[in-house]
């Protein structure tokens, strides 16, 4: 069975820098790009970003780009999300999602339970 | 960016009827290798999303009949043929042809 399973998320100040994991489970996780999608309290889906298998792509929302950096670890099956420069808009549930096959044409899913960050001076 | 527009934002159905979800993109979803990259995703009060259609129309695993999605280009369709109770939730589109990958504002099913 897939699983992923996000953590790091928390309270941290406005201006503070948290770093998000995503552990994966259940498939080859080097063979699969991979998301970062996050949703504010009682809000839609926003796109936040993606890294390509190998990692060498990686793309951003521009309500992120120069704050957060998406990386992977594949020998440890494990997806992150370094962030800094925290607003108090960043505030939302972060959800790690793979992509379902490699060209990106098939969607994303499934979908980890999320990791609440909260930014609040 | 692709702006992703649907309607409506709310959709009170009564058990056992038809649903339909419109969404519109701001340009053409068709990817340079023909594929149009729409999907759909529903989110059930208090999970995470999942994936109910991929590629405009085809379903994804383990997802009943009644979804079907249409569409062509920048105008696209969800349809739900008899509502169940199980249903209820936010149905989203999603585009990923283009880079940032967006996604539409919701649209809000729940029982009359």
């Known amino acids: 069975e897939v699983q992923l399973l996000e953590s790091g998320g928390g309270l941290i100040q406005p201006g503070g820098s948290l770093r998000l994991s995503c552990a994966a489970s259940?498939?080859?996780?080097?063979?699969?790009?991979m998301n970062w999608v996050r949703q504010a309290p009682g809000k839609g889906l926003e796109w936040v970003s993606t890294?390509?298998?190998?990692?060498?792509?990686?793309h951003y929302a521009a309500s992120v780009k120069g704050r957060f950096t998406i990386s992977r670890d594949d020998s440890k099956n494990t997806l992150f999300l370094q962030m800094s420069s925290l607003r108090v808009e960043d505030t939302a549930v972060y959800y790690c999602?793979?992509?379902?096959?490699?060209?990106?044409?098939?969607?994303?899913?499934?979908w980890g339970q999320g990791t609440l960050v909260t930014v609040s001076a | 960016d692709v702006l992703m527009t649907q309607t409506p934002l709310s959709s009170p159905v009564t058990l056992g009827q038809p649903a339909s979800i419109s969404c519109r993109s701001s340009q053409s979803l068709v990817h340079s290798n023909g594929d149009t990259y729409l999907s759909w995703l529903q989110q059930r009060p208090g999970q995470p999303p999942r994936l109910l259609i991929y590629?405009?129309?085809n379903r994804f695993s383990g997802v009943p009949d009644r979804f079907s999605g249409s569409g062509t280009g920048t105008d696209f369709t969800l349809k739900i043929s008899r509502v169940e109770a199980e249903d209820v939730g936010i149905y989203y589109c999603m585009q990923a042809t283009h880079f940032p990958r967006t996604f539409g504002q919701g649209t809000k099913v729940e029982i009359k």
């Open positions: 890294i390509s298998v190998t990692g060498v792509g990686t």
């Open positions: 999602a793979k992509d379902v096959d490699s060209s990106g044409a098939y969607g994303i899913d499934p």
């Open positions: 590629k405009i129309s």
């Open positions: 259940g498939f080859t996780f080097s063979n699969y790009a």
